[in-house]
């Protein structure tokens, strides 16, 4: 089948397999592009999510594609986004969607903090798509904000099951074992990589979309990934003064860290606050502004942990590549390699300048063999996976001075790491 479609060209207009009319780009990201499209047998507007096969199988992510495309043809549900078909040419892969046109929910709760009876709506219509997922055997893995879509009468539509797992992933323990998600929504079971319960690991993000809703930021935020993965672990968060005496208990048994005690979908729905009636919900696009629900003047982005920007709504894509912190001595990228190409790669350069090392599977310290300014330079690297494909390596200086720091790795560390950090090819 020849591919007709010029994805490379935002309002291309063209016709897709002779059946939609493609129009505006509405959104990309590394492996993907969003256009809304037009069904000119029935008049109908979708969303046409079209996939490069050649970036997905560069990385090995073609089974994900494929089990996406499996999961989404099991859900039918008012508040999940459905997948109406699938057409393929030779290098893409063309998803046509319901187009849901009020946006991303991050985009209201970034505005601030959204009234009660509002969030708890939205969190019912989320409750009730997950647990749908769930009695289906499907567990999404990656809830957020930026993937839950709001449509014209204010509902909420999950998306993205990019991330999603089968119960025919389960291992013979009964258990998922691939740490993926967004950090800053992931359950800490994930991160402990001891297996978990993929039920249990998505509750624990409803409750941080909860929270959100509510407080207009997130529960834990450090700008260092392994602080918050601490605080995520010891369930370190404090409430608001403005959240409700009835609220608090629901948002406390959704983020408790251990699984086995943490509250269920069947006593969640249970409970009198999720109980209480949902009031209707008018999208902006409807009329009014939309600010009707929404309290006070917190902005969401402003009190974003850096770590988390990295992988938002636009799901594999990982930039900013080398993100210097705030703190001149940290610095962090994005890649595709494994642990153990990244670990030879940083012997290499141990090695290069005479450094002694010492390593584990997740982590190298690398130290020189002369004293400097302060000491002997000693630098530190961890590695994290976010998604089965990617991780995020953050580097440190672990002792010495922070000057001959900086120039080792503006000298040594970085041209020798350049052809291994994640780049969007197709956006340079």
């Not at 050649?54 to 090995?60: F, L, S």
């Not at 993929?198 to 409803?206: E, I, N, V």
């Not at 900013?320 to 001149?328: D, G, H, Q, V, W």
């Not at 994005?334 to 997740?362: G, H, M, N």
Request: aromatic fraction near 8%.
């Amino acid at each position: 089948m020849a591919d007709n479609t010029k994805v490379d060209l935002p309002n291309s207009n063209v016709l897709l397999h002779g059946k939609y009319k493609l129009g505006r780009l509405l959104g990309c990201g590394t492996f993907a592009k969003v256009y809304h499209a037009r069904n000119l047998q029935t008049g109908e507007s979708v969303a046409m999510k079209i996939v490069s096969k050649d970036q997905v199988i560069k990385v090995g992510m073609m089974d994900q594609v494929k089990r996406e495309i499996s999961v989404m043809k099991r859900m039918n549900h008012p508040n999940i986004v459905k997948l109406h078909e699938v057409m393929a040419s030779k290098s893409k892969i063309y998803f046509a969607m319901e187009y849901v046109r009020g946006g991303e929910l991050f985009a209201k709760v970034s505005r601030g903090r959204i009234k009660e009876d509002i969030a708890r709506t939205y969190f019912q219509q989320l409750v009730s798509a997950v647990d749908f997922c769930h009695s289906r055997g499907v567990y999404h893995r990656d809830l957020k904000p930026e993937n839950l879509l709001l449509d014209d009468e204010g509902n909420l539509k999950v998306t993205d099951f990019g991330l999603s797992a089968l119960s025919d992933h389960l291992r013979q323990d009964g258990l998922l074992h691939t740490a993926c998600g967004t950090p800053a929504y992931v359950a800490p079971e994930v991160i402990r990589k001891k297996g978990y319960d993929g039920a249990k690991a998505d509750l624990w993000s409803c409750g941080v979309v909860l929270f959100v809703l509510l407080a207009g930021y997130l529960p834990f935020q450090d700008d260092n990934i392994v602080g918050l993965y601490r605080k995520m672990c010891r369930g370190d968060f404090k409430f608001p003064p403005w959240f409700s005496s009835e609220s608090r208990p629901i948002v406390a048994r959704l983020l408790d860290t251990n699984p086995n005690s943490r509250i269920t979908t069947s006593q969640l729905v249970e409970t009198t606050w999720f109980k209480k009636k949902m009031p209707t919900i008018v999208n902006e696009k409807r009329g009014g502004d939309g600010d009707e629900d929404i309290e006070g003047n917190e902005k969401l982005t402003e009190t974003l942990n850096a770590f988390h920007i990295i992988s938002l709504s636009e799901g594999f894509n990982l930039s900013p590549l080398f993100e210097e912190k705030r703190k001149e001595e940290e610095l962090r990228f994005a890649t595709a390699k494994s642990a153990s190409s990244v670990i030879s790669r940083l012997e290499e350069v141990a090695k290069a300048v005479q450094f002694s090392v010492k390593k584990s599977e997740s982590r190298v310290r690398m130290q020189g063999t002369e004293s400097g300014r302060k000491g002997k330079l000693a630098i530190a690297a961890e590695m994290f996976p976010v998604t089965p494909a990617f991780m995020v390596v953050e580097v440190k200086k672990d002792g010495g001075d922070t000057l001959e720091y900086n120039q080792f790795c503006n000298t040594e560390l970085r041209p020798a790491l350049q052809d291994i950090i994640w780049m969007d090819h197709e956006n340079s």
